[in-house]
């Protein structure tokens, strides 16, 4: 199975609420990140086909890689009702990875933001 698959796009507007969102209620420094969510793109995304995507911010091509800082951490529900673990990952300063993971059952879905806890 190829872990990551390379994709270079825009963030979906579902995506950047999200981020945002864990960006404003995350870690204490994790609003200091905020300033890099306009130039926040997709590089790479999860090859097992959930929603987990890498990120790169401005001109960059691929994610920062090294040690994770966690700067957001939440429990949430997909529109569908599956339950799936949200974590924001920053390296080296930058955003650098959206992992949603299922708790249950598999989920192609982001959970809805109103379910966050």
Do not use: F, N
């Amino acid at each position: 199975m190829t872990y990551r698959i390379l994709e270079s796009r825009d963030l979906r507007a579902d995506e950047r609420q999200l981020i945002q969102w864990l960006l404003e209620h995350g870690t204490a420094e994790a609003i200091s990140y905020a300033s890099q969510l306009p130039g926040l793109h997709v590089v790479a995304r999860c090859g097992c086909g959930c929603p987990t995507i890498d990120l790169a911010v401005e001109g960059a091509t691929v994610a920062t890689t090294g040690p994770s800082r966690l700067l957001a951490d939440y429990y949430g529900t997909t529109p569908g009702g599956s339950e799936v673990g949200v974590i924001l990952h920053g390296r080296e300063g930058k955003i650098s990875e959206l992992e949603v993971y299922p708790l249950a059952e598999t989920s192609p879905h982001l959970p809805k933001i109103e379910s966050l806890r």
